[in-house]
Every structure is written in structure tokens, then in C-alpha cells.
Antibody
Framework: EVQLLESGGGLVQPGGSLRLSCVAS????????MHWVRQAPGKGLEWVSV????????SYADSVKGRFTISRDNSKNTLYLQMNSLRGEDTATYFC???????????????WGEGTLVTVSS | DIQMTQSPSTLSASVGDRVIITCRAS??????LAWYQQKPGKAPKVLIQ???VLEGGVPSRYSGSGSGTEFTLTISSLQPDDFATYYC?????????FGRGTRLEIK
């Protein structure tokens, strides 16, 4: 079973930028649809973005559209989330996750990383 | 966007109890619904997809039902390992949305 490991979290000032990475343990990564999901401290889950296996089909939550960019490098088994114009409400643990099932138009995830904490504060 | 409403937000129960968590979608999502369990400090774990399909390795005391806009997650006989927070999530189309969660605590 593939394992996912996120990195790149940390403390950033409002208006700043950060890039998260998620490395998969297997080269079959290139076959997977991948998601980012976040969770603010003590709060529920919020879906952030999805990218298909070849990096072409991309969607974002309205809350991050225009500020965040999802991408992937299949040669490095790595998923990215470039986060710009960060706000306090972006403070959360960010999970990368592998899609495990689908309706054909969207999917749910069945393998998650451990998450990386992003704190936006001055 | 489709809103997912879970109830109750908190549920107190005892080992051996049967519990039911409800999830309501603001629009028809057919049976494109998943249930997740999350324990403190851990990533969520998927329990059920397509409203009623148990994921591999999930105990049979868990079951899901419903279609359209009304769904339930039932745990037939609570075990100590079941005390956690549960989320529903639709995946009929993007954006995917989750319910706000149901915290299942020991009475």
C-alpha cells in the first residue's frame, strides 16, 4: 500500500506564500488521482483541491481558488500545493490523500498522509 | 455547493450500545456518500463508500444506508475503539464537501 508523506508546513505571515509537498512511496503514484484536504485546529475537514493522474483535471474549493495551485511531478512521485496570499483562515493541517473511489465526476480518498501544519500569523 | 448536515454533533454512548449518525445532503447525491472516522491527532480513515459499501478491514458492526439526500451510519454494538469523530462526505461532483462531524464520546 502506498504511503504519503507531506512536508513544507510552517509559520508564515498573512499575505505570504508556502509550497507544500507530498511524496509517495511507490512509482504507481503516476496512476493516482490526488487530493489536498485541510483541517483547521479543532475543526472539521475541508476539501481543498484535486488533480488527476496526468495533471490535467484540476478543481479547487472556492475558498482557495485563485490563491492556491495544485500540481504534480510524476517523475518524482510528488504532489504539490502552492499557496499564495495566505490568510489566517488558511491555518490548518494539510493532508494529501489518494483517491480510492469515484462517482465518475468526483472522488473520495482512502489513503492519507500524516499531514503538515500551516500556521498563518503575524 | 452541496451542504452536508450531520446530526447529532455530539453523541454520548456506552460500550455495547447501538448508535446511529445521520447525514443529510442539500441536494440529491444518489448514493455517492462516504463515511470517515477520525481519532485525535490522526488522519481520517474511510469506513464506507457508495453509502453502504464497507471498506476492506472495517468491522461488520459498521453499516451505512440511504440514498438521495438522507443517509445513516450505524454502529451495531459500540466497542472501545469506536469512540472518535465521524464525518460524512459527498462525491457526486466538485467541490466535495464534508459534514461538520459527529463526536462519539463515552457516556
Amino acid at each position: 500500500e502506498v504511503q504519503l508523506l507531506e512536508s513544507g508546513g510552517g509559520l508564515v505571515q498573512p499575505g505570504g506564500s508556502l509550497r507544500l509537498s507530498c511524496v509517495a512511496s511507490e512509482s504507481t503514484f503516476s496512476n493516482y488521482v490526488m487530493h489536498w484536504v485541510r483541517q483547521a485546529p479543532g475543526k472539521g475537514l475541508e476539501w481543498v483541491s484535486v488533480v488527476n493522474a496526468i495533471g490535467a483535471g484540476i478543481s479547487y474549493a472556492d475558498s482557495v481558488k485563485g490563491r492556491f495551485t495544485i500540481s504534480r511531478d510524476n517523475s518524482k512521485n510528488t504532489l504539490y500545493l502552492q499557496m499564495n496570499s495566505l490568510r489566517g483562515e488558511d491555518t490548518a493541517t494539510y493532508f494529501c490523500a489518494k483517491e480510492g473511489f469515484s462517482s465518475g465526476r468526483a472522488g473520495g480518498v482512502h489513503i492519507w498522509g500524516e499531514g503538515t501544519l500551516v500556521t498563518v500569523s503575524s | 455547493d452541496i451542504q452536508m448536515t450531520q446530526s447529532p454533533s455530539t453523541l454520548s454512548a456506552s460500550v455495547g450500545d447501538r448508535v446511529i449518525i445521520t447525514c443529510r445532503a442539500s441536494q440529491n447525491i444518489d448514493n455517492w456518500l462516504a463515511w470517515y472516522q477520525q481519532k485525535p491527532g490522526k488522519a481520517p480513515k474511510v469506513l464506507i463508500q457508495k453509502a453502504s459499501v464497507l471498506e476492506g478491514g472495517v468491522p461488520s458492526r459498521y453499516s451505512g444506508s440511504g440514498s438521495g439526500t438522507e443517509f445513516t451510519l450505524t454502529i451495531s454494538s459500540l466497542q472501545p475503539d469506536d469512540f472518535a469523530t465521524y464525518y460524512c462526505q459527498h462525491y457526486v461532483r466538485y467541490p466535495i464537501t464534508f459534514g461538520r462531524g459527529t463526536r462519539l464520546e463515552i457516556k
